[in-house]
């Protein structure tokens, strides 16, 4: 090998979600140079309030250096906001921002549902205020950032679920964010985006996954925002994708309106720790060479 010349794949074809998440973060490698061949999604799941649990789940990823393994990031509804804070920040936050602020009733009132004064979520709020004042989300980081951010949206007129990526404004995240969330009845009319109406992701598309796989992913972790009636995570193995899916490992009574900020707090401790368990006990047994990853 010549002086200057790119070192050969540090991982190889034959290896599993965490050893190619963790043989990245040993190599020190970034989204924008990689020197292997994979593409490892990270795949949000929706669920209203249920999202503390994924944003405990993202925030452990950041605080465990796991960021920059991944290329692309797929949120659906609540996952959406989670996936956003990710890729923008790493998630350092993402979790707080449920019992501090999604908590009171700017968020979900049903006094302003019965009053009619306006609908039961108020995503605007979230948007407008808290990802703009409250707590600054860097829109910049996404529309420039090195890992791509995609976000799961149903279309009104056909049913069918669509992926937004690639937008150059705040304002524009900002709308796709609330179409992802916008579940009908509960958070008002449908948001218009590019002349069409678009409504809950998770209607049409729940978990990203499929679309994940079709879509390139070699290697895909999904944080699920449902509670497994046994504890530990699910590795599934493909024709194709290799995946690794997580849930919380205790069922802290959290549903998709809840709005107790202590169990909203507890939810995204139990997603923590469902992602803290999973990387320190498998850790042990990855081959952290990886058939020759460098350090």
């Given at each position: 090998m010549s002086a200057g010349e790119p070192m050969a794949d540090p991982i190889g074809e034959g290896h599993d979600v965490l050893d190619v998440i963790f043989c990245r973060r040993r190599s020190q490698s970034k989204p924008a140079s990689r020197r292997?061949?994979?593409?490892?999604?990270?795949?949000?799941?929706?669920?209203?309030?249920?999202?503390?649990?994924?944003?405990?789940?993202?925030?452990?990823?950041?605080?465990?250096?796991?960021?920059?393994?991944?290329?692309?990031?797929y949120g659906t509804s609540a996952g959406a906001f989670s996936a956003l804070v990710f890729a923008a920040k790493g998630a350092r936050g993402a979790s707080s921002i449920y019992p501090e602020f999604l908590s009171g009733a700017q968020f979900i009132s049903y006094r302003r549902l019965r009053s009619g004064s306006g609908p039961l979520m108020n995503l605007r709020y979230l948007t407008d205020e808290v990802l703009t004042c409250k707590r600054p989300l860097d829109f910049d980081e996404v529309c420039d950032g090195d890992i791509s951010v995609r976000l799961v949206a149903t279309s009104l007129a056909s049913g069918r679920p669509a992926t937004f990526s690639g937008l150059r404004t705040?304002?524009?995240?900002?709308?796709?964010?609330?179409?992802?969330?916008?579940?009908?009845?509960?958070?008002?009319?449908?948001?218009?985006?590019?002349?069409?109406?678009?409504?809950?992701?998770?209607?049409?598309?729940?978990?990203?996954?499929?679309?994940?796989?079709?879509?390139?992913?070699?290697?895909?972790?999904?944080?699920?925002?449902?509670?497994?009636?046994v504890v530990g995570e699910r590795t599934i193995r493909t024709a194709q994708t290799r995946v690794l899916s997580i849930r919380p490992r205790t069922d802290c009574g959290?549903?998709?309106?809840?709005?107790?900020?202590?169990?909203?707090?507890?939810?995204?401790?139990?997603?923590?720790?469902?992602?803290?368990?999973?990387?320190?006990?498998?850790?042990?047994k990855v081959r952290l060479d990886c058939g020759g990853c460098v350090g």
């Open positions: 292997d061949p994979h593409r490892v999604a990270l795949v949000v799941e929706g669920g209203g309030m249920r999202g503390a649990y994924t944003a405990g789940m993202v925030d452990a990823l950041a605080r465990l250096g796991l960021r920059d393994s991944f290329d692309v990031v705040s304002d524009d995240w900002k709308i796709v964010l609330r179409a992802s969330a916008c579940v009908p009845l509960l958070a008002g009319r449908p948001v218009i985006f590019r002349r069409a109406r678009w409504i809950d992701g998770s209607i049409g598309e729940r978990i990203a996954l499929p679309r994940a796989a079709r879509e390139g992913a070699t290697h895909v972790l999904v944080l699920r925002s449902r509670c497994a009636s959290v549903g998709p309106l809840t709005t107790s900020a202590a169990m909203l707090a507890e939810a995204s401790r139990s997603g923590a720790d469902a992602v803290f368990r999973v990387f320190s006990r498998d850790a042990r």
